[in-house]
T-cell receptor, first 113, second 118 residues
Framework: EAGVTQSPTHLIKTRGQQATLRCSPI?????VYWYQQALGLGLQFLLW???????NRGNFPPRFSGRQFPNYSSELNVNALELEDSALYLC????????????FGSGTRLTVV | GENVEQHPSTLSVQEGDSAVIKCTYS??????FPWYKQELGKGPQLIID?????GEKKDQRIAVTLNKTAKHFSLHITETQPEDSAVYFC?????FGAGGTSYGKLTFGQGTILTVHP
């Protein structure tokens, strides 16, 4: 069974640009979660999608947004990039709507210069 | 909102020794507590979890204990091996048996860098 896949692995953008990160959940998983892992910090909850709807979002500005497609894959968009957006962005999927037993992907390393 | 504190931030042990990582949480409504292991260049991997209706859970060399009254839980690794070296994260959520918008979201501790020396 394929795990959670994220693309691209690395992304370098200039301040002010937009970044799009993609995630494919494990087959059959309907919930997708996005987390930001900045250097030296723990994982911060960004967004949660289930059945195409945004269920919850963390304490991040509106320039962080995303969506979930009918095949349950998801993309995270970050507009007007700032230097402090540089981080590892992790996607996880879960079969259980309660979020038990997340499976994470390997992440997208976003660097803003 | 929920706040999870994790200690120590770094832990160095000799192969064969035991390692203990401790976490405290602030929201008494939290009822699900997973532990994740993150190796270099990889995403976090779930290694063990515990629900609030259980005080202890073991899986081979790994065990987790939960004290709901004190609002803290711990990860115990026995007979450590060099391949146990990684960053370990604890987390908490209200996912188990709860409803509302907050379930599904995990609040993570800041992580513990565990180094096991051969």
């Amino acid at each position: 069974e394929a795990g959670v896949t994220q693309s691209p692995t690395h992304l370098i953008k200039t301040r002010g640009q937009q970044a799009t990160l993609r995630c494919s959940p494990i087959s059959g998983h309907t919930s997708v979660y996005w987390y930001q892992q900045a250097l030296g910090l723990g994982l911060q909850f960004l967004l949660w999608y289930d059945e195409g709807e945004e269920r919850n979002r963390g304490n991040f500005p509106p320039r962080f947004s995303g969506r979930q497609f009918p095949n349950y894959s998801s993309e995270l968009n970050v507009n007007a990039l700032e230097l402090e957006d540089s981080a590892l962005y992790l996607c996880a999927s879960s079969l259980d709507l309660r979020g038990l037993g997340y499976t994470f992907g390997s992440g997208t390393r976003l660097t803003v210069v | 909102g929920e706040n999870v504190e994790q200690h120590p931030s770094t832990l160095s042990v000799q192969e064969g020794d035991s390692a203990v990582i401790k976490c405290t949480y602030s929201d008494s409504a939290s009822n699900y507590f997973p532990w994740y292991k993150q190796e270099l260049g990889k995403g976090p991997q779930l290694i063990i979890d515990i629900r609030s209706n259980v005080g202890e859970k073991k899986d081979q060399r790994i065990a987790v204990t939960l004290n709901k009254t004190a609002k803290h839980f711990s990860l115990h690794i026995t007979e450590t091996q060099p391949e146990d070296s990684a960053v370990y994260f604890c987390a908490a959520s209200k996912g188990f048996g709860a409803g509302g918008t907050s379930y599904g979201k995990l609040t993570f501790g800041q992580g513990t860098i565990l180094t096991v020396h051969p």
